[in-house]
Protein backbone atom coordinates (compact mmCIF):
# COMPACT_ATOMS: atom_id res chain seq x y z
CA UNK A 1 0.00 0.00 0.00
CA UNK A 2 1.41 3.55 -1.10
CA UNK A 3 0.23 4.88 2.47
CA UNK A 4 2.58 2.26 4.05
CA UNK A 5 5.58 3.65 2.33
CA UNK A 6 4.39 7.22 2.83
CA UNK A 7 4.61 6.04 6.63
CA UNK A 8 7.67 4.33 6.41
CA UNK A 9 9.24 7.08 4.41
CA UNK A 10 10.83 9.02 7.35
CA UNK A 11 14.23 11.38 7.27
CA UNK A 12 17.17 9.38 8.12
CA UNK A 13 20.37 10.31 9.44
CA UNK A 14 22.20 7.42 10.36
CA UNK A 15 23.24 4.35 8.40
CA UNK A 16 25.00 0.78 8.16
CA UNK A 17 27.13 2.56 6.09
CA UNK A 18 28.73 -0.50 4.98
CA UNK A 19 25.54 -2.14 3.25
CA UNK A 20 26.35 -0.90 -0.16
CA UNK A 21 23.54 1.39 -2.21
CA UNK A 22 24.73 0.19 -5.57
CA UNK A 23 25.24 2.39 -8.93
CA UNK A 24 22.35 0.18 -10.45
CA UNK A 25 20.14 1.38 -7.57
CA UNK A 26 20.91 4.56 -8.11
CA UNK A 27 19.66 5.05 -11.53
CA UNK A 28 16.36 2.61 -10.77
CA UNK A 29 15.73 5.83 -8.10
CA UNK A 30 16.63 8.34 -10.80
CA UNK A 31 15.05 6.72 -13.34
CA UNK A 32 11.82 6.87 -11.47
CA UNK A 33 12.05 10.79 -10.85
CA UNK A 34 12.63 10.56 -14.80
CA UNK A 35 9.33 10.30 -15.21
CA UNK A 36 7.60 12.68 -12.60
CA UNK A 37 6.00 15.94 -13.57
CA UNK A 38 8.11 18.93 -14.24
CA UNK A 39 6.76 22.33 -14.77
CA UNK A 40 5.98 23.27 -18.46
CA UNK A 41 7.96 19.93 -18.92
CA UNK A 42 11.16 21.56 -19.05
CA UNK A 43 13.04 18.70 -17.01
CA UNK A 44 16.04 21.00 -16.12
CA UNK A 45 17.05 18.73 -13.12
CA UNK A 46 20.32 16.48 -13.37
CA UNK A 47 21.61 13.58 -11.05
CA UNK A 48 24.70 13.27 -9.93
CA UNK A 49 25.20 9.70 -8.19
CA UNK A 50 28.01 8.76 -6.06
CA UNK A 51 27.98 5.34 -3.92
CA UNK A 52 32.01 5.07 -3.25
CA UNK A 53 34.61 6.06 -1.23
CA UNK A 54 36.62 8.56 -1.56
CA UNK A 55 33.47 10.85 -3.10
CA UNK A 56 31.22 9.64 -0.69
CA UNK A 57 33.38 11.55 2.10
CA UNK A 58 34.17 14.66 0.28
CA UNK A 59 30.44 14.81 -0.77
CA UNK A 60 29.29 14.59 3.48
CA UNK A 61 31.91 17.25 4.42
CA UNK A 62 29.85 20.02 2.22
CA UNK A 63 26.46 18.70 4.35
CA UNK A 64 25.05 20.41 7.56
CA UNK A 65 23.34 17.92 9.54
CA UNK A 66 19.61 18.17 11.43
CA UNK A 67 19.91 22.00 12.37
CA UNK A 68 17.85 21.58 15.39
CA UNK A 69 19.90 19.26 17.46
CA UNK A 70 22.88 21.65 18.64
CA UNK A 71 24.88 18.75 20.15
CA UNK A 72 24.93 16.58 17.21
CA UNK A 73 27.77 17.18 14.56
CA UNK A 74 26.01 14.15 11.96
CA UNK A 75 26.58 10.64 11.90
CA UNK A 76 29.77 9.31 12.68
CA UNK A 77 32.18 6.85 10.74
CA UNK A 78 30.04 3.67 9.95
CA UNK A 79 26.85 5.58 10.51
CA UNK A 80 27.43 7.66 7.47
CA UNK A 81 25.44 7.59 4.20
CA UNK A 82 26.63 4.56 1.83
CA UNK A 83 25.10 6.69 -1.37
CA UNK A 84 24.07 10.08 -2.75
CA UNK A 85 21.94 11.82 -5.49
CA UNK A 86 22.83 15.56 -5.97
CA UNK A 87 20.17 17.04 -7.68
CA UNK A 88 21.37 19.83 -9.70
CA UNK A 89 19.43 21.89 -12.72
CA UNK A 90 20.80 23.73 -15.74
CA UNK A 91 20.78 27.02 -15.04
CA UNK A 92 19.01 29.37 -17.09
CA UNK A 93 15.68 27.55 -16.96
CA UNK A 94 13.23 30.48 -15.22
CA UNK A 95 10.84 28.15 -14.08
CA UNK A 96 9.42 25.45 -11.80
CA UNK A 97 12.79 23.70 -11.03
CA UNK A 98 12.06 24.43 -7.62
CA UNK A 99 8.84 22.38 -7.26
CA UNK A 100 10.43 19.89 -9.90
CA UNK A 101 13.32 19.38 -7.42
CA UNK A 102 10.88 18.50 -4.91
CA UNK A 103 8.40 16.25 -6.77
CA UNK A 104 11.80 14.72 -8.26
CA UNK A 105 13.38 14.12 -4.32
CA UNK A 106 10.27 12.54 -3.12
CA UNK A 107 9.36 10.16 -5.24
CA UNK A 108 13.41 9.10 -4.84
CA UNK A 109 12.75 8.29 -1.54
CA UNK A 110 9.62 6.91 -2.02
CA UNK A 111 11.40 4.59 -4.06
CA UNK A 112 14.52 3.81 -1.73
CA UNK A 113 11.78 2.93 1.28
CA UNK A 114 10.36 0.47 -0.84
CA UNK A 115 13.14 -1.50 -1.28
CA UNK A 116 14.45 -1.16 2.53
CA UNK A 117 16.63 1.81 1.79
CA UNK A 118 16.02 5.25 3.71
CA UNK A 119 17.47 8.48 3.01
CA UNK A 120 17.19 12.68 4.25
CA UNK A 121 16.92 15.18 1.70
CA UNK A 122 19.55 17.77 2.79
CA UNK A 123 19.58 21.28 1.73
CA UNK A 124 22.15 22.76 4.16
CA UNK A 125 24.89 22.42 1.47
CA UNK A 126 28.41 24.32 1.10
CA UNK A 127 27.71 24.81 -2.75
CA UNK A 128 30.52 26.10 -3.61
CA UNK A 129 32.65 23.21 -2.39
CA UNK A 130 29.88 20.68 -3.25
CA UNK A 131 30.47 22.26 -6.77
CA UNK A 132 33.84 21.78 -6.70
CA UNK A 133 34.09 18.30 -5.09
CA UNK A 134 31.95 17.21 -7.95
CA UNK A 135 34.06 19.05 -10.57
CA UNK A 136 30.37 20.44 -11.53
CA UNK A 137 30.41 22.62 -14.57
CA UNK A 138 29.13 26.17 -14.18
CA UNK A 139 26.37 25.70 -16.05
CA UNK A 140 25.14 23.51 -13.10
CA UNK A 141 22.90 24.82 -9.73
CA UNK A 142 23.02 22.35 -7.07
CA UNK A 143 19.45 22.51 -5.66
CA UNK A 144 19.14 19.68 -3.19
CA UNK A 145 21.46 16.40 -1.72
CA UNK A 146 19.86 13.20 -1.01
CA UNK A 147 21.32 11.34 1.28
CA UNK A 148 21.06 7.28 1.23
CA UNK A 149 21.56 4.52 3.38
CA UNK A 150 20.74 1.22 5.10
CA UNK A 151 18.84 3.17 8.23
CA UNK A 152 20.25 2.81 11.17
CA UNK A 153 18.05 4.73 13.37
CA UNK A 154 14.47 4.81 14.88
CA UNK A 155 12.05 7.51 13.65
CA UNK A 156 8.72 8.36 15.29
CA UNK A 157 5.87 11.00 14.65
CA UNK A 158 4.26 12.68 17.35
CA UNK A 159 0.80 14.59 16.60
CA UNK A 160 1.51 18.43 18.03
CA UNK A 161 -1.08 20.51 19.20
CA UNK A 162 -2.21 24.11 16.60
CA UNK A 163 0.84 25.80 16.88
CA UNK A 164 2.73 23.65 18.88
CA UNK A 165 6.95 22.65 18.09
CA UNK A 166 7.99 21.71 15.34
CA UNK A 167 11.73 20.98 16.50
CA UNK A 168 12.38 17.31 16.30
CA UNK A 169 14.38 15.75 18.99
CA UNK A 170 16.13 12.52 20.27
CA UNK A 171 15.23 10.49 23.33
CA UNK A 172 18.11 8.84 25.75
CA UNK A 173 17.85 6.29 23.12
CA UNK A 174 18.18 8.11 20.68
CA UNK A 175 15.02 7.37 18.88
CA UNK A 176 14.48 10.74 16.78
CA UNK A 177 11.10 12.01 17.47
CA UNK A 178 9.50 14.54 14.76
CA UNK A 179 6.49 16.44 15.68
CA UNK A 180 3.93 16.84 12.63
CA UNK A 181 0.83 18.72 12.64
CA UNK A 182 -2.72 17.26 12.71
CA UNK A 183 -4.70 16.85 9.99
CA UNK A 184 -7.33 19.59 11.38
CA UNK A 185 -4.75 22.14 11.16
CA UNK A 186 -3.46 21.84 7.67
CA UNK A 187 -6.80 21.84 6.46
CA UNK A 188 -8.00 25.22 5.73
CA UNK A 189 -12.47 25.13 6.04
CA UNK B 1 5.23 -1.70 -7.05
CA UNK B 2 5.72 1.81 -6.54
CA UNK B 3 7.32 1.99 -10.25
CA UNK B 4 4.01 1.07 -11.89
CA UNK B 5 2.20 4.21 -9.44
CA UNK B 6 5.30 6.34 -11.08
CA UNK B 7 4.69 5.10 -14.39
CA UNK B 8 0.92 5.46 -14.36
CA UNK B 9 0.91 8.93 -12.34
CA UNK B 10 0.85 11.24 -15.52
CA UNK B 11 -0.42 14.68 -16.12
CA UNK B 12 -4.25 14.40 -16.98
CA UNK B 13 -6.29 17.18 -17.47
CA UNK B 14 -9.79 15.73 -19.11
CA UNK B 15 -11.94 13.78 -16.42
CA UNK B 16 -14.94 11.98 -16.16
CA UNK B 17 -16.83 15.00 -14.31
CA UNK B 18 -19.40 13.34 -13.29
CA UNK B 19 -17.36 10.80 -11.03
CA UNK B 20 -17.43 12.27 -7.98
CA UNK B 21 -14.01 12.98 -5.57
CA UNK B 22 -15.17 12.93 -1.71
CA UNK B 23 -14.19 14.84 0.47
CA UNK B 24 -13.39 12.17 2.61
CA UNK B 25 -10.89 10.71 -0.19
CA UNK B 26 -9.42 14.09 -0.14
CA UNK B 27 -9.11 14.37 3.36
CA UNK B 28 -6.77 11.10 2.81
CA UNK B 29 -4.86 12.35 0.00
CA UNK B 30 -4.31 15.22 2.24
CA UNK B 31 -3.26 13.09 5.11
CA UNK B 32 -0.60 11.65 3.21
CA UNK B 33 0.93 15.06 2.59
CA UNK B 34 0.68 16.11 6.07
CA UNK B 35 3.59 12.90 7.03
CA UNK B 36 6.09 13.89 3.82
CA UNK B 37 9.68 15.73 4.56
CA UNK B 38 9.77 19.24 5.28
CA UNK B 39 12.54 22.14 5.32
CA UNK B 40 13.67 22.22 8.73
CA UNK B 41 9.87 20.68 9.69
CA UNK B 42 8.59 24.16 9.51
CA UNK B 43 5.35 22.70 7.80
CA UNK B 44 4.07 25.81 6.72
CA UNK B 45 1.94 24.11 3.65
CA UNK B 46 -1.70 24.63 4.63
CA UNK B 47 -4.36 22.81 1.78
CA UNK B 48 -7.66 23.81 0.74
CA UNK B 49 -10.05 21.27 -0.81
CA UNK B 50 -12.79 21.35 -3.16
CA UNK B 51 -15.10 18.93 -4.67
CA UNK B 52 -18.46 20.60 -5.14
CA UNK B 53 -20.15 22.71 -7.66
CA UNK B 54 -20.35 25.64 -7.65
CA UNK B 55 -16.60 25.46 -6.26
CA UNK B 56 -15.69 24.15 -8.35
CA UNK B 57 -16.34 25.79 -11.22
CA UNK B 58 -15.20 28.87 -9.83
CA UNK B 59 -11.16 27.53 -8.93
CA UNK B 60 -11.69 26.33 -12.47
CA UNK B 61 -12.34 29.92 -14.11
CA UNK B 62 -8.94 30.97 -12.32
CA UNK B 63 -6.62 28.18 -14.09
CA UNK B 64 -4.66 28.24 -17.23
CA UNK B 65 -3.89 25.03 -18.87
CA UNK B 66 -1.42 22.92 -21.46
CA UNK B 67 0.22 25.83 -22.22
CA UNK B 68 2.14 24.23 -25.23
CA UNK B 69 -0.99 23.22 -26.66
CA UNK B 70 -2.49 26.43 -28.05
CA UNK B 71 -5.61 25.66 -29.83
CA UNK B 72 -7.09 24.13 -26.54
CA UNK B 73 -8.73 26.52 -24.14
CA UNK B 74 -8.67 23.71 -21.33
CA UNK B 75 -11.62 21.48 -20.79
CA UNK B 76 -14.80 21.13 -21.79
CA UNK B 77 -17.90 21.19 -19.69
CA UNK B 78 -18.46 17.14 -18.33
CA UNK B 79 -14.34 16.70 -18.79
CA UNK B 80 -13.32 18.95 -15.95
CA UNK B 81 -11.89 18.26 -12.76
CA UNK B 82 -13.95 16.53 -9.74
CA UNK B 83 -12.21 18.29 -7.26
CA UNK B 84 -9.12 20.39 -6.57
CA UNK B 85 -6.63 20.19 -3.41
CA UNK B 86 -5.26 24.18 -3.59
CA UNK B 87 -2.06 24.34 -1.88
CA UNK B 88 -0.79 27.05 -0.07
CA UNK B 89 1.47 28.80 2.84
CA UNK B 90 1.16 30.97 5.71
CA UNK B 91 3.15 33.84 4.41
CA UNK B 92 6.35 34.38 6.80
CA UNK B 93 8.14 31.73 6.57
CA UNK B 94 11.13 32.00 4.85
CA UNK B 95 12.57 28.66 3.71
CA UNK B 96 11.93 25.57 2.13
CA UNK B 97 8.55 25.93 0.86
CA UNK B 98 8.91 25.62 -2.56
CA UNK B 99 10.62 22.29 -2.45
CA UNK B 100 8.01 21.24 0.50
CA UNK B 101 5.21 22.11 -2.09
CA UNK B 102 6.31 19.58 -4.87
CA UNK B 103 7.24 17.39 -2.33
CA UNK B 104 3.37 17.61 -0.89
CA UNK B 105 1.87 17.32 -4.73
CA UNK B 106 3.46 14.50 -5.93
CA UNK B 107 2.76 12.71 -2.66
CA UNK B 108 -0.67 13.38 -3.23
CA UNK B 109 -1.14 12.72 -6.85
CA UNK B 110 0.90 9.55 -6.31
CA UNK B 111 -1.89 8.58 -3.99
CA UNK B 112 -4.24 9.47 -5.79
CA UNK B 113 -2.65 7.60 -8.97
CA UNK B 114 -3.00 4.54 -6.76
CA UNK B 115 -7.14 4.57 -6.26
CA UNK B 116 -7.69 5.13 -9.89
CA UNK B 117 -7.12 8.89 -10.03
CA UNK B 118 -5.46 10.97 -11.60
CA UNK B 119 -4.59 14.83 -11.79
CA UNK B 120 -2.33 17.70 -12.95
CA UNK B 121 -0.47 20.08 -10.86
CA UNK B 122 -1.27 23.95 -12.19
CA UNK B 123 0.82 26.47 -11.77
CA UNK B 124 -1.18 29.00 -14.38
CA UNK B 125 -3.31 30.53 -11.64
CA UNK B 126 -5.31 34.14 -11.42
CA UNK B 127 -3.86 34.61 -7.99
CA UNK B 128 -5.39 37.33 -6.78
CA UNK B 129 -8.90 35.86 -8.21
CA UNK B 130 -8.08 32.39 -6.99
CA UNK B 131 -7.33 34.38 -3.45
CA UNK B 132 -11.14 35.82 -3.69
CA UNK B 133 -12.67 33.10 -4.62
CA UNK B 134 -11.30 30.72 -1.66
CA UNK B 135 -12.17 33.85 0.60
CA UNK B 136 -8.05 32.94 1.68
CA UNK B 137 -6.91 35.25 4.48
CA UNK B 138 -4.08 37.74 3.06
CA UNK B 139 -1.58 35.45 5.20
CA UNK B 140 -1.85 32.59 3.02
CA UNK B 141 -0.33 32.66 -0.56
CA UNK B 142 -1.46 30.50 -3.45
CA UNK B 143 1.57 27.90 -4.48
CA UNK B 144 -0.02 25.41 -6.47
CA UNK B 145 -3.18 23.99 -7.66
CA UNK B 146 -3.60 20.58 -7.84
CA UNK B 147 -6.87 19.19 -10.37
CA UNK B 148 -8.19 15.79 -9.36
CA UNK B 149 -10.79 13.17 -11.58
CA UNK B 150 -10.94 10.08 -12.83
CA UNK B 151 -9.03 10.51 -15.98
CA UNK B 152 -10.70 10.49 -19.27
CA UNK B 153 -8.16 10.61 -21.26
CA UNK B 154 -4.69 8.97 -22.63
CA UNK B 155 -0.71 9.87 -21.65
CA UNK B 156 1.80 8.49 -23.23
CA UNK B 157 5.66 9.17 -22.80
CA UNK B 158 8.14 9.30 -25.85
CA UNK B 159 11.86 9.24 -25.11
CA UNK B 160 13.62 12.14 -27.26
CA UNK B 161 17.11 12.64 -27.89
CA UNK B 162 19.69 14.67 -26.40
CA UNK B 163 18.38 18.72 -26.55
CA UNK B 164 15.26 17.12 -27.90
CA UNK B 165 11.86 19.20 -28.11
CA UNK B 166 9.83 18.93 -24.86
CA UNK B 167 6.47 20.13 -25.56
CA UNK B 168 4.24 17.71 -25.59
CA UNK B 169 1.85 16.93 -28.08
CA UNK B 170 -1.77 14.85 -28.99
CA UNK B 171 -2.75 13.13 -31.98
CA UNK B 172 -5.67 12.77 -34.13
CA UNK B 173 -7.16 10.66 -31.64
CA UNK B 174 -6.62 12.98 -28.87
CA UNK B 175 -3.64 11.04 -27.23
CA UNK B 176 -1.60 13.22 -25.21
CA UNK B 177 2.14 12.69 -25.76
CA UNK B 178 4.66 13.73 -23.40
CA UNK B 179 8.11 13.95 -24.15
CA UNK B 180 10.99 12.78 -21.60
CA UNK B 181 14.75 12.69 -21.93
CA UNK B 182 16.58 9.05 -21.70
CA UNK B 183 17.94 8.47 -18.38
CA UNK B 184 21.46 9.22 -20.06
CA UNK B 185 20.64 12.50 -20.61
CA UNK B 186 19.94 13.26 -17.09
CA UNK B 187 22.38 11.71 -14.64
CA UNK B 188 25.68 13.17 -15.32
CA UNK B 189 28.83 11.08 -14.66
Not at 22 to 43: E, F, I, M
Not at 148 to 175: A, F, H
Request: hydrophobic letters at 40%.
Amino acid sequence: MFSDIVKANRSYRRFFEQEAVTRDTLLTLVDYARLVPSGANKQALRYYIACEQPLNGQIFATLGWAGYLKEWQGPVAGERPAAYIVIVQEKGYKMGTSFDAGIAAQTILLGATEIGLGGCMIGNIQHAKLQAVLNLADSFEILLVIALGKPKEKVTIEEIETDGDIKYWRDENQVHHVPKRQLKDIVII
